[in-house]
C-alpha cells in the first residue's frame, strides 16, 4: 500500500527527495516514517511524524540534513548534503494511531518496497 520512489546514485555532497504514496491510508492522520537499512546492519528509523502531535523526529546523523514532510497521500523526505553513511535501501512506513509515538520499526505495520540511495565519494 506504500510505493517509494526517488532514489538513486548521488555524489557526495548531493541532494535527494524521496517519496512514497499510499494509495488508500490517510497518511495525514497515522504516524509516518522513513527507516534505512545498510548491508549487515539493523534497520533503523532515520524520520519520523508521530501521530500524537505532529512532531517529526529525526537520528542525530541526520539533524540538520534531512526533512521529512507529508500531504493526505504522500510523505516526502528531503535528503541534503548526502554521505558514503547515508547509503542505504531507504524504506517508507505508516501506522495507526496510538503507534508510532517512537520512531523504531517494531512499532510500524505498513511497509514500502524500498527504495535504494547510493552516495559515492
Known amino acids: 500500500q506504500l510505493v517509494e520512489s526517488g532514489g538513486g546514485l548521488v555524489q557526495f555532497g548531493g541532494s535527494l527527495r524521496l517519496s512514497c504514496a499510499a494509495a488508500?491510508?490517510?497518511?495525514?492522520?497515522?504516524?509516518v516514517g522513513w527507516f534505512r537499512q545498510a548491508p549487515g546492519k539493523e534497520r533503523e528509523g532515520v524520520a519520523c511524524i508521530r501521530s500524537s502531535d505532529g512532531r517529526a523526529t529525526y537520528i542525530d546523523s541526520v539533524k540538520g540534513r534531512f526533512a521529512i514532510s507529508r500531504t493526505p497521500s504522500t510523505v516526502y523526505l528531503e535528503m541534503n548534503n548526502l554521505n558514503p553513511e547515508d547509503t542505504a535501501v531507504y524504506y517508507c512506513?505508516?501506522?495507526?494511531?496510538?503507534?508510532?509515538?517512537?520512531?523504531?520499526?517494531?512499532?510500524?505495520?505498513?511497509w514500502g518496497q524500498g527504495t535504494q540511495v547510493t552516495v559515492s565519494s
Open positions: 488508500t491510508l490517510p497518511l495525514d492522520k497515522f504516524a
Open positions: 512506513a505508516a501506522v495507526a494511531p496510538p503507534w508510532g509515538d517512537v520512531c523504531v520499526r517494531e512499532q510500524y505495520t505498513t
